[in-house]
């Protein structure tokens, strides 16, 4: 593809703008699958979802179907999504279990690590280059493959910093979400949400991070539930959860900037981190009890403590401590973009802890409920305004401009409202979009 | 209508064509967006859910399209009037379809009747028509000649495919 010379991609990111094109031009969408989808760590599942030898799940890498799935001495492979003769996608979709793994078009068989194991009329083969023990033809392996506290992350390059070094400060958001349980342990429960938008992935990734909007945005919603609940309470009535959940979203300005933003290496970021709109939730009986006989009163004091919003861990998925709960961005097209929502159970934790979750998930991250279809609707109008041709080809993120705050090792700190994060996430674009990825 | 007795008695067994005039109302009521109407059809605590896998056993330990009861109807309800609600400017439309209904339960002694229908759910907005479809599975409680919906679960054909915005109670 030529039409993007390194030169002018970097063009299309300046410290305080980038150009409309990055969100609307279907060449820097597979340019982006490459290098980005290509280069990063991507988010492939919890290895609690192939818990037995043999369970598998089927998912993708940026455009590329894979399949997660647990071999028989244990290991958990991430294998291309490929049968090593003709082609066929092998699992054919979603999750389950099998001893092998036979393509449904000719019947070749491949083990639960991607070596081919069967071939029908194999003698035919005779004096060829194909067969068995010739690694080429089995379902591939990704390059690289890495799991941080049951979170499986794959690579499709083979170089690169290592899983935990590239986590960076995002790392500290893992941490936490598994510190959250009674038994240092998390596992994927309860379903699923995707949800298909008609907009770009980084449109997404940015707004988890974009405390300007909620105000605005979600003012129908936050706003509408504040009103009916206040005027449906009696005095005395315990405030419902939901109540709870929805009603700091149109908290002010200024609460949403002492929120704070931390951006590390990698594009990497978080809103909060020692309070957030999570922080006012009722306790749970028995929670605390039950953390404190693991770590003692001190450590649960600390675990508690921190609150962090949204993480982005760039570019694939999001993560809430709180709210124990991942949304993951599933690029189609450059128009087009899924997200996944998954809920994690707290292992040791009262259920009430895992059921709130599931609440707010239904009330915010649903297709069907009042808060995502205008997150969606902001998305879509930026979609479409970019399409215009009124001279303004820039998108703004001017927002508190010279203003961040950089730590030693490159931490940068900003208050909640401003662009930071957004001028971070596309200083870590170019880097993996430009010069065979710099950063890489 | 004369009020139900104050004193539990047996009820009558309704009616295939009651039922019926029951379902196709409330269809009617959602196209004719009278969310009030709507809602008023539903006992207090009655409860509305749209599972997001098919054959969910329960609302609580696994995620739902939308699982409210009377105070989040309530919500969403004002929302559809609130200026602010930029996902329903501009304002989505609905036709409701609502066949094959068959009273699969009745017990006397309460009145409560479980009844199965299919539905087609059309929604436009903005240049795009959506197609819904799947089974009603509702919980009536007769009172005297009238119904309230004690639950209504919503099995969406495809709940658990990607899927954009759902606008209009299905």
């Not at chain 1, 036979?102 to 194991?117: E, K, N, P, Q, W």
């Not at chain 1, 509408?224 to 009696?234: G, Q, S, W």
């Not at chain 1, 997150?375 to 215009?388: C, P």
Request: aromatic share 10%; glycine share 8%.
């Amino acid at each position: 593809m030529a039409h993007y010379e390194d030169e002018r991609l970097a063009d299309l990111v300046k410290a305080d703008r980038v150009h409309k094109n990055i969100y609307t031009d279907p060449e820097i969408f597979e340019l982006e699958m490459e290098r980005i989808w290509g280069r990063a760590w991507i988010y492939v599942g919890h290895d609690s979802q192939v818990k037995e030898p043999g369970d598998y799940f089927a998912t993708n890498i940026g455009k590329q179907p894979v399949v997660m799935i647990r071999h028989k001495d244990g290991e958990v492979c991430v294998l291309f999504n490929r049968c090593g003769h003709k082609g066929a996608q092998v699992v054919g979709d979603g999750c389950g279990n099998a001893r092998q793994l036979r393509c449904s078009y000719h019947g070749y068989v491949f083990d639960t690590d991607g070596a081919l194991i069967h071939i029908p009329k194999e003698e035919a083969y005779d004096g060829t280059r194909f067969g068995k023990g010739r690694p080429e033809y089995n379902m591939q392996q990704v390059p690289r493959v890495d799991s941080y506290h049951g979170l499986v992350f794959a690579s499709m390059s083979a170089k690169g910093p290592d899983l935990k070094s590239w986590l960076s400060g995002a790392a500290a958001s893992i941490d936490n979400l598994v510190e959250r349980s009674p038994e240092g342990r998390i596992e994927i429960a309860g379903g699923c949400f995707r949800y298909l938008h008609d907009s770009n992935w980084k449109m997404f990734v940015e707004n988890l991070n974009d405390a300007m909007h909620p105000m605005v945005v979600h003012q129908s919603s936050s706003g509408t539930a504040k009103r009916v609940f206040d005027e449906n309470l009696k005095e005395g009535d315990e405030a419902p959860f939901e109540l709870e959940m929805l009603s700091p979203f149109t908290n002010n300005y200024e609460f949403f900037d002492k929120m704070g933003l931390t951006a590390w290496d990698y594009g990497h970021s978080v809103t909060g981190g020692k309070f957030s709109i999570h922080s006012g939730y009722s306790p749970i009986p028995g929670y605390m009890e039950a953390l404190t006989n693991r770590y003692g009163e001190q450590r649960t004091r600390e675990i508690l403590a921190v609150n962090r919003h949204n993480t982005v861990i760039y570019p694939s998925f999001t993560l809430k401590g709180v709210i124990t709960s991942i949304r993951v961005v599933k690029p189609v097209a450059v128009d087009k973009t899924v997200i996944e929502s998954w809920v994690f159970r707290q292992v040791g934790a009262p259920e009430e802890l895992f059921q709130r979750s599931i609440t707010y998930c239904n009330l915010i991250n649903s297709h069907a409920n009042l808060v995502g279809p205008d997150d969606y609707e902001a998305y879509h109008r930026l979609q479409h305004g970019l399409q215009t041709q009124d001279g303004n080809e820039w998108v703004s993120q001017h927002r508190y401009l010279g203003l961040d705050e950089v730590d030693e090792d490159g931490t940068k700190h900003a208050v909640g409202t401003s662009d930071m994060v957004f001028r971070h996430q596309f200083q870590t674009w170019k880097n993996y979009m430009v010069n065979g990825g710099a950063l890489q | 209508m004369s009020a139900p007795p104050a004193a539990v008695r047996q009820s009558e067994r309704p009616g295939l064509k009651a039922l019926e005039q029951f379902l196709f109302h409330e269809a009617r009521l959602l196209d004719e967006q009278r969310w009030e109407e709507w809602n008023a059809l539903y006992l207090e605590d009655g409860e509305y859910w749209v599972p997001a896998t098919p054959g969910q056993p329960d609302p609580k330990n696994h995620v739902s399209l939308i699982y409210e009861t009377g105070l989040l109807r309530a919500v969403r309800i004002k929302r559809y009037k609130h200026p602010s609600a930029f996902s329903l400017q501009p304002k989505p439309r609905s036709v409701h379809l609502v066949s094959n209904v068959t009273l699969d339960d009745f017990d006397g002694s309460n009145g409560e009747c479980i009844v199965t229908s299919r539905f087609i759910m059309l929604q436009y907005r903005r240049e795009k028509q959506d197609v819904f479809a799947g089974s009603y599975t509702h919980k009536l409680i007769v009172r005297g000649n009238e119904f309230k919906i004690a639950s209504k679960r919503v099995d969406l054909l495809n709940c658990d495919a990607p899927l954009e915005n759902i606008l209009i109670y299905l």
